[in-house]
């Protein structure tokens, strides 16, 4: 994955860095409390409360989410949305 992005994700990049700035991280980091509290695009709503898309949104599996962790999440969705065509919403049968 790493920081590709796509046109429509390198769009909302200020919009996440914005976000997780609000999250007031410490260290770099925010938990995944302050994850799932992150207020979210319309046009790329997760559930970030997913047991599996919180493990492998946290790349060092500390628990804790850095910005690139979330920059690497919204590069999945792009990805995934090209390869199956798909809108966010609908996305989660693809990803179960």
């Known amino acids: 994955m790493g920081a590709a992005f796509s046109n429509e994700a390198s769009n909302i990049r200020p919009y996440i860095v914005d976000e997780f700035l609000k999250a007031h991280p410490v260290d770099g980091k925010i938990t995944a409390r302050q994850l799932i509290e992150l207020k979210q695009l ?3 709503r997760v559930d970030m409360g ?12 500390d628990g804790l989410y850095t910005l690139s962790d979330l920059f690497n999440v919204a590069a ?21």
């Open 76 to 96: 999945f969705f792009t990805e995934a949305q090209s390869l199956f065509n798909v809108k966010t919403e609908a996305m989660a049968p693809y990803l179960q």
């Open 42 to 44: 319309d046009s790329m």
């Open 50 to 61: 997913h047991l599996c898309l919180l493990w492998c949104c946290d790349t060092d599996k």
